[in-house]
Nanobody, 125 residues
Framework: QVHLVESGGGSVEAGGSLRLACVCF????????VAWFRQAPGKEREFVAA????????HYADSVKGRFTISRDNAKTTVYLHMNSLKPEDTADYYC??????????????????WGQGTMVTVSS
């Protein structure tokens, strides 16, 4: 059983930065993929970014490309989401998700078996 715990959310002004962290507890194999999704109030959950633990291959949603960076520290079984140039439309609950044997280009939530509880990010204009 894999247990995910997110941290790092908070409030920031537009143009600011935040770093989210997702610590993965339990069996975590090199073939796993970890992703960040987000859900804004009144909207559906959407894919943000993903990283493959084995070789650090990444994939990003177009809306965050060039502003967000996903990285991992396998020794700490932690995945980070570095968010720069934040915009009010980035305001959402951010969720960490993990799964195995997932194509890095897949953005489907159904591929991810394990989910964290979420951390809130608020960007003010």
């Amino acid at each position: 059983q894999v247990h995910l715990v997110e941290s790092g959310g908070g409030s920031v002004e537009a143009g600011g930065s935040l770093r989210l962290a997702c610590v993965c507890f339990g069996p975590f194999f090199p073939g796993n993929t970890v992703a960040w999704f987000r859900q804004a109030p009144g909207k559906e959950r959407e894919f943000v970014a993903a990283i493959r633990s084995m070789d650090a291959t990444t994939h990003y949603a177009d809306s965050v490309k060039g502003r967000f960076t996903i990285s991992r520290d396998n020794a700490k079984t932690t995945v980070y989401l570095h968010m720069n140039s934040l915009k009010p439309e980035d305001t959402a609950d951010y969720y960490c998700a993990a799964g195995s044997l997932i194509s890095i280009s897949s953005t489907s939530q159904s591929n991810y078996k394990y989910w964290g509880q979420g951390t809130m990010v608020t960007v003010s204009s």
